[in-house]
Nanobody, 127 residues
Framework: QLQLVESGGGLVQPGGSLRLSCAAS????????IGWFRQAPGKEREGVSC????????YYADSVKGRYTISRDNAKRTVDLQMDSLKPEDTAVYYC????????????????????WGQGTQVTVSS
């Protein structure tokens, strides 16, 4: 059974860093695109970053570009999201999601493109 489990969330001061991890089990991570999404209270879920299967091409939302780094380790079955220079507006529940590569060569940051989701981890940026 395909399973995704996020960890690493917590409370951090503005300007601080957190590293989220998405642990995958029950499927061959090599064959799946992985996305990180977030949802703040009262807001829609938004794509933060994604890492493609195959060549590992990555994408970032403009709001996190230069501050977040996504990395995947297929051997360890993990996809991490390093978050630096955190801002209060980064506060949200963060989710990782997976979709099989299939005919889509590159990952997408559209939530509708994913059919497997983790339970989420809370990130709070506050002084």
């Amino acid at each position: 059974q395909l399973q995704l489990v996020e960890s690493g969330g917590g409370l951090v001061q503005p300007g601080g860093s957190l590293r989220l991890s998405c642990a995958a089990s029950g499927f061959n991570l090599d064959s799946y695109h992985i996305g990180w999404f977030r949802q703040a209270p009262g807001k829609e879920r938004e794509g933060v970053s994604c890492a493609s299967s195959g060549d590992g091409t990555t994408y970032y939302a403009d709001s996190v570009k230069g501050r977040y780094t996504i990395s995947r380790d297929n051997a360890k079955r993990t996809v991490d999201l390093q978050m630096d220079s955190l801002k209060p507006e980064d506060t949200a529940v963060y989710y990782c999601a997976a979709r099989i590569r299939g005919l889509q060569v590159k990952c997408t940051m559209t939530s509708g493109g994913y059919n497997n989701w983790g339970q989420g981890t809370q990130v709070t940026v506050s002084s």
